[in-house]
């Protein structure tokens, strides 16, 4: 998968999650058209997951927050309207957008914007004039309770699907 695709990807399903298991998609699984047991990381085509992941990551369509289930989640931009609409449905915390970032010695460092510092101004507008109704059907509440969701199977065909929209820096 390319890192086109992959922000294609994240654009058609609206809600995914980066690697982990859950009631959304997972890109890391997406890209290898499957589960991935144990650690993304020891994957064989881990360094690919990893570009595909920092590329979507790097869009400025894309919100990296820890939405569904505390873990890594991106948010297509179509849907951030619905996300705010929403928002006292969640945890404050699972709103922040997240990202790492090395420090000089190579460490990483993990920051954030706590919600709603992050949320441009046309968005809150959006949110304001959608109703609770129209927010749920564009992306349902029950999406992010990992515990009672049934988890998502990535199809293949939304796999293959290539894409045209080049990612940007957030």
Excluded at 49 to 66: G, M, N, Q
Excluded at 94 to 113: C, F, M, Q, Y
């Amino acid at each position: 998968m390319t890192p086109r695709q992959g922000l294609a990807f994240v654009k058609r399903h609206g809600v995914v999650l980066q690697a982990a298991h859950g009631p959304v998609p997972s890109l890391a699984e997406a890209i290898v058209g499957g589960p991935i047991r144990g650690s993304w990381w020891g994957h064989p085509r881990g360094r690919e997951i990893f570009r595909v992941a920092e590329a979507v990551s790097d869009s400025a369509d894309v919100l990296v927050c820890k939405l569904v289930g505390g873990n890594v989640t991106y948010v297509h931009r179509r849907l951030w309207p619905a996300l705010v609409r929403q928002a006292p449905r969640f945890q404050k915390v699972r709103l922040a957008k997240v990202w790492n970032e090395h420090t000089p010695t190579g460490a990483h460092r993990s920051r954030s914007i706590p919600f709603p510092e992050w949320v441009p101004s046309e968005v809150r507008m959006e949110a304001a004039s959608m109703s609770i109704a129209e927010a749920e059907r564009l992306m349902p509440p029950w999406t992010f309770l990992t515990s009672t969701a049934p988890r998502c199977e990535t199809p293949r065909a939304a796999r293959s699907k290539p894409a045209s929209h080049q990612g940007s820096q957030a």
